[in-house]
């Protein structure tokens, strides 16, 4: 990979020392310690009354290549940690500068081509994924790692804020036009999972009218 091209380490230890230290992230690697296994959530799928069962499901312990799109293990308030990062303009805890602030800035930006707009998101393995769209019929866009919805959101999220998801049905979102940003974990196949999604979005219309209704 590029990154093993230019530092000489893995990608995972380049994050390690780049990110999950100076955030605080202490469970979240691409190989889990005897620790974090001891705490790991399995992959359970839906059954054909909509109820749960475990799944024979889990990613190598030590991966040949690290992934820069998926592989690592984590817990929600480490990635609650690296949400709160983008809000505060890269800045982690006690001011530690991760990210430089016009790196946030560009990294939070359109980057597709005026007029093109993210579509639905085909599922190639049922077992694993349903066709995915965000807020069907609205328009979005893609930053470096995020989708942009470019209208506001029914949940309250306002134009122009990042979100993105996991295979297991994990989702976030972060607004940083209001300060508010949220994560909602599960460890559930296939992706897009109906009642999955609808928590989400629950969730989110939550923190909404909470947070924005005047006191």
């Given at each position: 990979m590029v990154v093993e091209a230019i530092t000489g380490k893995r990608l995972g230890e380049v994050l390690q020392e780049r990110v999950f230290d100076p955030l605080g992230m202490t469970s979240t690697a691409f190989s889990m310690t005897d620790d974090m296994r001891s705490r790991l959530a399995h992959i359970h799928a839906r059954t054909s009354d909509g109820g749960l069962k475990p799944m024979d499901f889990e990613l190598p312990p030590d991966p040949e290549l690290h992934m820069a799109g998926h592989?690592?293990?984590?817990?929600?308030?480490?990635?609650?940690?690296?949400?709160?990062?983008?809000?505060?303009?890269?800045?982690?805890?006690?001011?530690?500068?991760?990210?430089?602030?016009?790196?946030?800035?560009?990294?939070?930006?359109?980057?597709?081509?005026?007029?093109?707009?993210?579509?639905?998101?085909?599922?190639?393995?049922?077992?694993?994924?349903?066709?995915?769209?965000?807020?069907?019929?609205?328009?979005?866009?893609?930053?470096?790692?995020?989708m942009i919805n470019t209208e506001d959101a029914p949940t309250g999220r306002p134009a122009g804020s990042l979100a993105w998801a996991g295979l297991a049905n994990l989702y976030h979102w972060i607004d940083r036009r209001n300060g508010l940003g949220g994560f909602w974990a599960t460890q559930i196949f296939p992706f897009d999972d109906e009642t999955s999604v609808g928590g989400f979005l629950d969730f989110e219309k939550a923190v909404y009218d909470n947070a924005l209704t005047p006191a």
């Open positions: 592989g690592l293990y984590g817990t929600a308030e480490d990635y609650v940690k690296f949400i709160r990062m983008w809000l505060n303009d890269g800045r982690g805890p006690d001011g530690v500068q991760v990210l430089k602030p016009e790196t946030v800035e560009m990294a939070a930006k359109n980057h597709l081509p005026v007029g093109i707009h993210i579509k639905m998101l085909p599922g190639v393995n049922p077992t694993y994924s349903n066709d995915a769209e965000f807020f069907p019929g609205m328009p979005k866009t893609w930053a470096l790692s995020f």
